[in-house]
């Protein structure tokens, strides 16, 4: 197959281009030019913005595209006029944000509510999602992960657990140890995205692997990171009195009870996985990521995290 990768160069857009050189496929990367990855193989390379250089890829034919880096309606109005023509098929990697809200406790399946307007992150998601239904109609697979994660990543809301865990000592665990979590390794997620261009597969789909327990994620980064690791947990209460940010801050953490998006990692993702979507063991993300954040000391977990003097404060009931 000849797939169009739009982005391409960060995180999962380089995942999504590895894993379809390693399918055999041949890769067109479309994006600015400005970080150059190696990749495993040669691909193709047309440099431009996508708000103002589509057209450089005319003249060329496409299985399928896969679109990183769509953010707005007016994204997808020009790839749709540029590309209509020129590809059988769309993958467009949105997000969970686009539901209007996560209600506490509630699961969600992809018939959930999706924000209305033009303002905010999600809601430009959502219209981004008609935009280009309406352009490649019953040819789109509009896939929407939560947290992806594994190595690569920059933003540090994942990373930052196996390196807390693996420095060891008192490790704040937030939140009730028995409430859910999940989330998707980025090669899962780019593989599964190949894959569905190859078969053409059209439709809406949360993209995240099986949940369990926030308990059970800290242990197995206890086992994979360091054992002599202590968690003492801190209740969500206890946490939103002392400001601490939600996801940013503390990652994986949201109060329970919040009513815009306490039931945010609540996703039903079973549409997904008979769909073909595969994920590895979490023991394996978790490995992987520290092994990468430790290359990568300088940029792998985020400024917004807790710091160590906040987290120790919390420890002692400060």
């Not at 679109?67 to 990697?93: G, N, R, S």
């Not at 954040?293 to 120790?312: F, K, M, Q, Y």
């Amino acid at each position: 197959m000849n797939i169009l990768v739009i982005g391409g160069s960060v995180f999962v857009g380089k995942h999504v281009v590895e894993a379809a050189l390693s399918r055999g496929h041949q890769v067109t990367v479309f994006n600015r030019g400005s970080r150059k990855p190696a990749y495993s193989q040669p691909v193709e390379h047309v440099q431009g913005d996508r708000t103002t250089d589509l057209h450089r890829l005319q003249g060329r034919q496409f299985d399928s595209v896969v679109d990183c880096c769509a953010y707005t309606p007016e994204h997808m109005a020009q790839a749709m006029d540029a590309l209509q023509l020129l590809a059988a098929h769309y993958v467009f990697i949105s997000t969970i944000s686009v539901y209007q809200h996560f209600p506490p406790g509630v699961a969600y399946d992809e018939t959930a509510a999706v924000a209305q307007g033009h303002t905010g992150y999600g809601a430009l998601k959502a219209r981004a999602e008609e935009v280009i239904e309406a352009g490649f109609p019953g040819r789109v697979a509009h896939v929407r992960p939560g947290l992806v994660v594994g190595p690569d990543d920059l933003s540090g809301r994942f990373a930052y657990w196996p390196v807390r865990v693996a420095a060891g000592g008192a490790v704040l665990a937030p939140g009730r140890p028995t409430r859910p979590i999940h989330f998707v390794d980025v090669r899962d997620l780019a593989a599964w995205c190949v894959a569905l261009a190859e078969a053409k597969t059209a439709g809406i789909f949360n993209a995240a692997g099986p949940s369990d327990t926030m308990a059970s994620f800290l242990n197995q980064c206890q086992r994979e990171c360091n054992p002599q690791a202590q968690f003492t947990w801190v209740d969500d209460d206890a946490l939103t009195a002392a400001q601490v940010a939600p996801w940013t801050g503390m990652p994986l953490w949201i109060p329970e009870t919040d009513a815009d998006f306490g039931g945010m990692l609540l996703a039903d993702c079973s549409k997904a996985q008979r769909a073909g979507l595969k994920t590895r063991p979490w023991e394996d993300t978790i490995r992987d990521t520290l092994r990468w954040a430790t290359d990568h000391a300088d940029v792998a977990v985020g400024a917004a995290c807790i710091s160590r003097e906040a987290e120790a404060a919390l420890i002692a009931g400060d």
